[in-house]
T-cell receptor
Framework: KQEVTQIPAALSVPEGENLVLNCSFT??????LQWFRQDPGKGLTSLLL?????REQTSGRLNASLDKSSGRSTLYIAASQPGDSATYLC???????????FGDGTTLTVKP | NAGVTQTPKFRVLKTGQSMTLLCAQD?????MYWYRQDPGMGLRLIHY???????AKGEVPDGYNVSRLKKQNFLLGLESAAPSQTSVYFC????????????FGPGTRLLVL
C-alpha cells in the first residue's frame, strides 16, 4: 500500500520567514505529485503539480521539488504572509487515472 | 464557469437512512472522484470514474455506490447510512491529461446520528 507522510503536522512561524514543508512517499514509481492548499471548511486548491520527469516547479513565492529516488518532495514558501495560513496537502498519483494518495497535511500558521 | 459543485453542503442523517450526494462539473472532464476526509486520516478515495458510464472502486468503497450516467455528473449514494460514514465528502474532477491537476468541489459535511 502506498503511503504518503507529511512532517511536521503543524508549523507556526512569524511573518516574513522562509519555510519548508516536507512530504515523503513509500513507492518511488510515481506519475506525478501535487501540492494543495486547504483553508478551514473549504475544498482543496491546487498549488503546484510536478510530473515524474520534472525536478521542480515554481509559482510566485512557492517552489516544489521532487526527488523520486529518495521518495521525497518539499514545498518551499518564501517570505511567508499571514494569508499563507492554511493546511498544505501533498498528493501522489501512480497512474494517469489521477487516483491520488494524500498525506495528512501540514497546518501552517503565519503570525503577523 | 462554476468548476466543481456539490449538493448538498450539509446534511444530517439517522442511522439506516439513505441519501445521494451530487457532484457536477462544467469543465468537460473525463475523470471524476469521490473522497472522504476524516481527522487524522487525510483524504481517502471512495470511488472514481474515468468516463461516462464507467466507475471503479477506490481505497474505501464499502457502504457506498456511485453512478456516472452523464459525463458532467457523478453521484455518490449511501444506501444505509452508518455513524462511521460521518465525514466531509469531496468530489474532484480532472481532464486526465498529463500535467493537469484535479479540481475539487467545496465539500459536503455529513453527520450520521
Amino acid at each position: 500500500k502506498q503511503e504518503v507522510t507529511q512532517i511536521p503536522a503543524a508549523l507556526s512561524v512569524p511573518e516574513g520567514e522562509n519555510l519548508v514543508l516536507n512530504c515523503s512517499f513509500t513507492d518511488s514509481a510515481i506519475y506525478n505529485l501535487q501540492w494543495f492548499r486547504q483553508d478551514p471548511g473549504k475544498g482543496l486548491t491546487s498549488l503546484l503539480l510536478i510530473q515524474s520527469s520534472q525536478r521542480e516547479q515554481t509559482s510566485g513565492r512557492l517552489n516544489a521539488s521532487l526527488d523520486k529516488s529518495s521518495g521525497r518532495s518539499t514545498l518551499y514558501i518564501a517570505a511567508s504572509q499571514p494569508g499563507d495560513s492554511a493546511t498544505y496537502l501533498c498528493a501522489v498519483s501512480y497512474t494517469n487515472a489521477g487516483k491520488s494518495t494524500f498525506g495528512d497535511g501540514t497546518t501552517l500558521t503565519v503570525k503577523p | 464557469n462554476a468548476g466543481v459543485t456539490q449538493t448538498p453542503k450539509f446534511r444530517v442523517l439517522k442511522t439506516g437512512q439513505s441519501m445521494t450526494l451530487l457532484c457536477a462539473q462544467d469543465m468537460n472532464h473525463e475523470y471524476m472522484y469521490w473522497y472522504r476526509q476524516d481527522p487524522g486520516m487525510g483524504l481517502r478515495l471512495i470511488h472514481y470514474s474515468v468516463g461516462e458510464g464507467t466507475t471503479a472502486k477506490g481505497e474505501v468503497p464499502d457502504g457506498y455506490n456511485v453512478s456516472r450516467l452523464k459525463k458532467q455528473n457523478f453521484l455518490l449514494g449511501l444506501e444505509s447510512a452508518a455513524p462511521s460514514q460521518t465525514s466531509v465528502y469531496f468530489c474532484a474532477s480532472s481532464s486526465g491529461t498529463s500535467g493537469e491537476t484535479q479540481y475539487f468541489g467545496p465539500g459536503t459535511r455529513l453527520l450520521v446520528l
